[in-house]
């Protein structure tokens, strides 16, 4: 038997369904679909489920190299993990040579310490923003794309004032994140 897909078209039939709403009549398919690129990234943010890496270059007497998504998780260098500090250890730490060995999170940059000073190839490990659904099936892992539909029926139920049943929606799905968050997916502190 194969696994379901969770479309965007599934989901908004799933989502439908809950609305009683079998064909677009109140809310359009582009609205719910804005409302489950929305419910991705929430999920992606709140529970870290979403990773990825890039490549990046430091650039000689700079600091910093920037990256996108939520955080930064860890960064190597030359198959090593540079140490994670905190900014109010500079200064404090001892420096082993020339090369990358610490950094820290600054914004949507890392700091590596020592000041590179020369260009040093680093891969990024990152908590990532997903891009849209559009019509394939959500970046996000199988295990929790079963609660995209609560937060857009949700945002729907919103959408036309309804807010008793909104809120139920809506915390259906914060406690299926925190669920999700804490208990099934293996989060480890950086």
């Not at 809950?18 to 419910?39: C, G, H, R």
């Amino acid at each position: 038997m194969a696994a379901y897909s969770y479309s965007a078209a599934n989901i908004i039939l799933n989502v439908r369904g809950l609305l009683n709403e079998l064909v677009a009549d109140f809310w359009t398919d582009a609205q719910l679909t804005v409302y489950i690129d929305e419910a991705i990234r929430v999920i992606a943010e709140r529970t870290g489920c979403y990773r990825t890496t890039a490549s990046v270059n430091t650039v000689a007497a700079t600091r910093t190299v920037s990256f996108t998504g939520y955080k930064c998780l860890a960064i190597e260098y030359n198959k090593s993990a540079l140490i994670k500090i905190v900014p109010s250890q500079v200064g404090h730490i001892k420096i082993d040579g020339v090369t990358p060995q610490y950094w820290f999170e600054l914004g949507s940059t890392a700091v590596i310490i020592p000041t590179p000073d020369t260009a040093y190839a680093l891969t990024l490990y990152l908590q990532g923003v997903p891009a849209a659904i559009g019509a394939t099936t959500p970046v996000l892992p199988y295990s929790v794309c079963s609660i995209i539909p609560y937060f857009v029926v949700a945002r729907a139920l919103e959408q036309d004032r309804m807010i008793a049943p909104a809120a139920h929606y809506m915390s259906i799905f914060n406690n299926e994140v925190e669920f999700i968050a804490t208990g099934l997916l293996q989060n480890y502190p950086a």
